[in-house]
């Protein structure tokens, strides 16, 4: 634009200007004057349009235009005569100018520049560190105590500038510094929500397309009740921007494996595994409420910021580690050494944090939609009893990036008391007096009994044959328990902040719970859970 300003202004004519504007221009009078159809405009341009291009040709009389673009008013005017910088009159348009138009191209999202970028930049750490290192032993040994002599001289030099560097570094960081939406706490994003949004939508798709023949279809009463508790949730939690501006859509996949996630963009795909782990709606509300906590509080974003910045600085000592190493074997040990410590001091250990505050915010969702939040610690309970009658092996926290079941149990049934406070306060129903943690507790010690007594009998091997290798199958009736369980959730009308009583409807997540079973019948019902 700057430059056609200009050659309006040096020269008197110009021929055959081309200009790229977004498709659909619009030509619109300043002075007031009717709008006419873009063929048979009447000023001083007469216009004739083709197809992706429209063709401009002076006339004697006419009042100046201006052309619009997308809403805003480009910032030139084309007119009969004009005056230029040294006062010479002169026709501005003297022939036939095309104005193309042309699609918007959109650039890649930055999380998914740098995920390619991040292995080319270890790559080319590799390769400067070598280069140093063969630089440094061809050098003469006179040479090399030159060089030394003159670090040392000039120490103070480099250590202020590792100092500046140091304070830029940090000064960049505290600019990018933000606020968590619930639990405002302060964090590092690197990475904006729109750009996380931007990549979301390409992740959903390619999860699309890799779980195309295994959807479940949405008349399936496990897609069914899903899709009534997310809405539940969004609806009941509806005064968090970050619950409300997004479309949430239901994914159910036909997979045995126990995993449930949420896209920021919305996107939930529950396996049916974690369908067969639950025992009632109520903890499938809180895995649904901790997936969306994940989605709302950005965690994705913020744990790839904070992947970003230490791969960064790991690629300073990275180059140090091939430049001092004296082998490339050495320097290979050295490089995996530093990237498991990066693992066990930084990435791991934040996942834990960003695992339990997800649980945290999780158990605080399902409480504003009336879900039974006791219910919470009992399904990290029973993955625990699970995981020991399947034969999982047992990772230790410090090695995974989950926190461990017992962890996450005595972390939730620390908070149920909070949990219920705020639930009480969003005018929802009573609970039932039975405590859900009470009767998996009795039916574990139930299950230790029955073990115990059958050993004693000697009937070891048939104890054997009942512990199953994989998890137990989903009762027949349990999708369809739940589906009537969940049958009128999702669209209650309520405002958080009218404190107005709960319509009937939410009653229905007030499940009375299975009274502790018979001592014949704990073990199977444990099993099963």
């Known amino acids: 634009m700057v430059l056609l300003c200009v050659g309006l202004l040096r020269n008197s004519r110009f021929c055959s200007l081309s200009l790229y504007l977004p498709r659909n221009l619009p030509v619109c009078r300043r002075v007031g004057l009717p709008l006419k159809k873009l063929h048979s405009v009447s000023s001083q341009i007469s216009c004739r349009v083709t197809t992706n291009s429209a063709l401009l040709r002076a006339t004697q009389t006419g009042s100046p235009l201006s052309f619009c673009a997308s809403g805003r008013t480009l910032c030139f005017q084309i007119s009969p005569r004009v005056t230029s910088l040294l006062h010479r009159p002169g026709r501005v348009l003297t022939q036939c100018g095309h104005f193309h138009t042309s699609t918007p191209v959109r650039a890649l999202p930055a999380p998914l520049i740098w995920l390619v970028f991040k292995p080319l930049q270890k790559l080319l750490a590799i390769i400067l560190g070598r280069s140093i290192r063969k630089w440094w032993v061809a050098l003469p040994a006179n040479r090399r105590q030159l060089f030394r002599e003159w670090a040392w001289h000039r120490r103070w030099h480099l250590a202020a500038g590792a100092g500046v560097a140091m304070v830029i570094v940090a000064l960049l960081l505290l600019t990018h510094l933000d606020e968590s939406p619930v639990t405002g706490r302060t964090r590092l994003l690197v990475f904006s929500r729109e750009n996380y949004m931007e990549l979301a939508a390409l992740t959903s798709e390619a999860y699309m397309e890799e779980f195309a023949e295994l959807l479940v279809p949405v008349t399936d009463p496990r897609h069914q009740v899903v899709e009534r508790l997310v809405q539940h949730l969004a609806q009941r939690n509806k005064d968090i921007p970050e619950v409300s501006d997004v479309t949430w859509n239901v994914h159910v996949v036909q997979s045995p494996n126990v995993n449930a996630f949420v896209l920021p963009n919305g996107e939930v795909f529950m396996f049916t595994g974690m369908l067969e782990a639950v025992v009632d709606v ?36 990275l180059t140090a580690i091939w430049a001092v190493c004296p082998r490339d074997s050495l320097a290979l040990l050295g490089q995996w050494v530093q990237d498991k410590l990066s693992q066990l001091m930084f990435s791991r250990p934040f996942s834990r944090k960003l695992e339990a505050e997800a649980d945290e915010v999780g158990l605080q969702l399902a409480a504003k939609a009336c879900a039974d939040v006791r219910a919470g610690p009992v399904f990290w309970q029973q993955m625990e009893i699970r995981d020991q009658l399947t034969g999982e092996p047992t990772v230790p926290e410090w090695l995974s990036t989950h926190p461990s079941h017992r962890n996450r149990f005595t972390q939730l049934d620390r908070l149920v008391p909070q949990a219920l406070e705020l639930r009480e306060s969003c005018v929802c129903p009573a609970l039932p007096a039975t405590d859900p943690r009470a009767v998996f507790s009795k039916s574990v010690h139930v299950l230790l009994e029955n073990a115990k007594n059958q050993g004693k009998a000697g009937q070891e091997g048939a104890r054997k044959r009942h512990l199953p290798h994989s998890p137990a199958p989903l009762p027949a009736g349990l999708p369809a328990a739940l589906l009537a369980q969940t049958s009128l959730l999702p669209f209650s009308n309520v405002d958080q902040e009218s404190k107005e009583p709960v319509p009937k409807v939410a009653l229905e997540l007030d499940v009375t719970p299975t009274p502790a079973p018979p001592e014949g019948e704990g073990y199977q019902n444990v099993v099963q859970s």
Do not use: K, R
């Open 282 to 317: 109520h903890q499938l509300t809180f895995i649904l409420g901790h997936e969306m906590a994940h989605a709302l509080l950005g965690h994705s974003a913020e744990q790839a910021s904070l992947s970003h910045v230490v791969d960064l600085l790991s690629l300073i000592l």
